[in-house]
């Protein structure tokens, strides 16, 4: 089977940057996308083709992609991006699989 | 402002089948542009891919639930369900329905249901 490996925690003080990441052998032909999820409520795209951001989603959010590993970044840090993240992408040897990441919970001190 | 609302049992019994269908709003489930999914979490834990389908029924599931599971499309109704055969504890989970965006290459769910818990217990 196909997996993402993400760090289960990042902890960041408010206005720091916080890189989560995700690798996986895939990632280098299948796009990959970022997910928040607050406490209680469904997860939301804040990236999308590894590196796009959908509209709505503030500009501190970005990702990148270098080989097997993406990078999600949020770059000055606020309360409110404390959350758990998802990174998802697909199997390129199937692409009908798609699989999460484990999720990191990043905590903002 | 496209919607989407789970709707079904919250408890289901061992061994029985657990079914959900996700109502849209605001959307047409009779697009061509989007698949419509399903994925879950046990409690605690992270988010798991179940499947999708689009407006003629085409469908893909996860390689580990594809045994048990069956999801189609109602576009009469602009719904689309989630059946899930001989379940057990570790189906136990919060189940949410999202729009796929199924372009070439391109694969995500951009909007999302706000989930429905559904616990499996005698």
């Known amino acids: 089977s196909y997996d993402l490996t993400q760090p289960p925690s990042v902890s960041v003080s408010p206005g720091q940057t916080a890189k989560i990441t995700c690798s996986g052998d895939?990632?280098?032909?299948?796009?990959a996308y970022w997910y928040q999820q607050k406490p209680g409520q469904a997860p939301v795209v804040v990236i999308y083709?590894?590196?796009e951001r959908p509209s709505g989603i503030p500009e501190r959010f970005s990702g990148s992609s270098s080989g097997t590993t993406i990078t999600l970044t949020i770059s000055g840090v606020q309360a409110e991006d404390e959350a758990d993240y998802y990174c998802?992408?697909?199997?390129?040897?199937?692409?009908?699989?798609?699989?999460f990441g484990g999720g990191t919970k990043l905590t903002v001190l | 402002q496209l919607q989407l609302q789970e709707s079904g049992p919250g408890l289901v019994k061992p061994s029985e089948t657990l079914s959900l269908t996700c109502t849209v709003s605001?959307?047409?489930?009779?697009?061509?542009?989007?698949?419509w999914g399903w994925i879950r979490q046990p409690p605690g834990k992270g988010l798991e891919y179940i499947g999708n389908?689009?407006?003629?029924?085409?469908?893909y599931y996860n390689p580990s639930l594809k045994s048990r599971v069956t999801i189609f499309v109602d576009t009469s109704k602009n719904q689309f369900s989630l059946k899930l055969t001989s379940v057990t504890a570790a189906d136990t989970a919060v189940y949410y329905c999202?729009?796929?965006?199924?372009?070439?290459?391109?694969?995500?769910?951009?909007?999302w249901g706000p989930g429905t818990v559904v616990t499996v217990s005698s």
């Open positions: 389908v689009n407006y003629i029924g085409t469908t």
């Open positions: 605001g959307g047409s489930t009779s697009s061509s542009f989007y698949y």
């Open positions: 999202a729009r796929t965006v199924w372009g070439r290459s391109v694969r995500y769910f951009d909007y």
């Open positions: 998802q992408s697909t199997d390129s040897s199937d692409s009908s699989n798609w699989v």
């Open positions: 083709k590894d590196s």
């Open positions: 895939a990632l280098p032909k299948q796009f």
